[in-house]
């Protein structure tokens, strides 16, 4: 199993400056090999302070030169929104900056703002992606792009940097054909447990088998990537105020699937919603806390959920950069090895 560290790049408070931001993200991705993390991933939004990050795959190319073994990748490309060609063509380029460390998360994207403002029918995004994914597709492989498609007319050209083959798919959407395309080229399917229990993710890991069995692919062809939050600290005024930075995240990551998300300028605002978790659920049931409890939290989903891949986010605390820096190393140091050392065994899950 692969444990990778999420970038989201969000503007937690408002006296951070977006150079701040992507400076303490390289730092993070410098610590993640440094402790032994398998790989590094970074989001894609526009137009609001929930990332600072509108191009992951420049991001990536940042980061190639300030790693050597780690692999990076976008998490993801939200491919309806931009033109394959330059996509296809800058992943060839990645492909060889990086010595082959590219990890290629594509989805679809949900944010219905995003698509109004770059003028893209956010209903046909699923038929976008798959001819955006079909040329990326024979581009990496073939060295050339011709296609033509309902979105997508190209004529057929060379593409100088190509390296062969697709890196390996990570795949975020919710289309049963998108799930069994990636399936079927042996890529892996995310979800986002974020905040939940095991047990209040095993619906969303369902899902994705119902989907791959209406394709005819066996349990066996699903590769289960899992979106997780965590925060390691035995600080109990430092556990509060990342609890409190988690459902400030929790609820603009909700706001952002509204027509038009609550914000002041690009500072997104913190709305409650119904039902939403409170700060002392948190504290009982997330990862938030001393090494042995995170560690507890992520061996119950390991045993639940029996995922391949952990995209770990750390950076929604709302803490100083050091306070980050320094909840990332304690994983590093007091949870990974507990993890590494992990056998499919069943639990008995907390609801």
């Keep these: 199993m692969d444990i990778a560290l999420f970038n989201l790049m969000a503007q937690n408070r408002a006296d951070e400056t977006p150079a701040a931001i992507l400076g303490m993200t390289v730092e993070k991705v410098r610590m993640a090999e440094a402790i032994g993390l398998d790989g590094a991933w970074f989001a894609e939004h526009h137009f609001t302070s929930h990332s600072v990050c509108p191009s992951p795959l420049m991001m990536v190319a940042h980061c190639a030169a300030a790693t050597a073994r780690l692999r990076l990748g976008p998490a993801v490309v939200v491919l309806p929104l931009h033109h394959p060609l330059r996509v296809v063509q800058e992943i060839g380029m990645l492909q060889a900056l990086t010595g082959h460390r590219l990890m290629l998360g594509l989805g679809t994207g949900h944010q219905p703002h995003e698509f109004r403002t770059y003028g893209v029918p956010m209903a046909e995004r699923t038929a976008i992606l798959e001819e955006g994914w079909d040329i990326i597709e024979k581009g990496l492989t073939t060295g050339r792009v011709g296609y033509q498609g309902r979105y997508f ?199």
């Excluded at 890196?167 to 049963?176: C, I, M, N």
């Excluded at 948190?282 to 061996?299: F, K, T, Y």
């Design 153 to 351: 007319q190209v004529p057929d050209a060379p593409i100088a940097a190509f390296p062969g083959a697709v890196p390996p798919v990570f795949l975020a959407g919710g289309e049963p054909r998108l799930l069994q395309r990636a399936a079927r080229a042996g890529g892996s399917l995310f979800i986002s447990q974020g905040h939940r229990r095991a047990a209040a993710a095993l619906p969303m890991r369902d899902k994705l088998l119902a989907a791959l069995r209406a394709g005819g692919l066996p349990d066996t062809a699903l590769r289960l990537a899992i979106q997780r939050y965590v925060f390691v600290t035995d600080d109990e005024a430092e556990r509060r105020q990342a609890a409190e930075g988690m459902l400030r995240f929790i609820r603009t990551t909700l706001s952002l699937r509204e027509e038009e998300p609550a914000r002041d300028g690009a500072f997104m605002r913190s709305i409650p919603f119904q039902g939403e978790p409170g700060i002392d659920w948190l504290l009982e049931n997330a990862p938030i806390g001393s090494a042995a409890l995170v560690a507890d939290r992520l061996a119950e989903d390991f045993h639940a959920l029996s995922p391949s891949h952990w995209s770990l986010y750390m950076g929604f605390s709302g803490l100083p950069a050091p306070r980050v820096l320094a909840a990332l190393e304690r994983f590093g140091a007091d949870v990974l090895p507990h993890l590494r050392g992990l056998t499919p065994e069943p639990v008995r899950l907390a609801s």
